[in-house]
């Protein structure tokens, strides 16, 4: 996707799309997202349109966001300094495990946070070891899991001292287009 220019997304009466991996990969790679109507334009004019008419201003789960439009404007990246661990069971409706997960590390790596793959052994940043690389940099670390429910099990009640978010958590800051609010974490 780094060579798309822009991402065209079907809207609804109000303006809005559906959250749909493209959009959220569009928004976080801070590409234009328009309308097709964009497009059909542009081929009446055989030219390209003028995209800014044809933004699309937020999603069916979020509503009218701007967050397109807001991913242009900022500077830097949404989930910088941010790390994520993935932790839990990722499998959903015809997806696998592997592939789902991959989705998700997408969509992070895409908004410019550092995908963590092993559990630290505390909350203290300085626990984790990436190989040679300490995340003495990252002053930020989430646990995403997949569902609330996960919290139920054992492995959910062996994280509650992290920072612990839903899945949803990553999408809906993607879909407003807003910088997440994490903890620092103790080096």
């Known amino acids: ?17 559906s959250r749909t991996e493209s959009y959220m990969l569009g928004i976080a790679l801070k590409k234009v997202v328009v309308f097709t109507q964009w497009l059909e334009e542009s081929i009446t004019q055989e030219t390209f349109a003028k ?18 439009q807001r991913a242009l404007e900022m500077n830097g990246t949404l989930l910088k300094d941010i790390a994520i661990t993935l932790y839990g069971f990722w499998e ?3 997806k696998g495990y592997k592939q789902m997960k991959e989705r998700v590390q997408d969509v992070i790596n895409a908004a410019g946070g550092t995908v963590v793959r092993h559990l630290p052994k505390s909350a203290n940043t300085s626990d ?16 995403l899991i997949p569902k609330a429910d996960f919290m139920n099990t054992q492995y959910g009640r062996q994280i509650q001292k992290f ?8 999408f809906e800051h993607i879909g407003t287009y807003r910088r997440p609010q994490v903890k620092p974490t103790n080096p």
């Open 1 to 17: 996707m780094k060579d798309t220019i822009d991402i065209i997304s079907a809207i609804d009466a109000k303006g809005l799309a």
């Open 51 to 68: 995209e800014h008419n044809f933004m699309v201003t937020g999603d069916h789960i979020s509503g009218t966001t701007n967050a397109p």
């Open 92 to 94: 959903s409706e015809g």
């Open 128 to 143: 984790t070891n990436l190989g040679d690389m300490q995340l003495t940099t990252l002053k930020e670390r989430v646990l």
């Open 163 to 170: 920072q612990v978010r839903k899945v949803d958590w990553l």
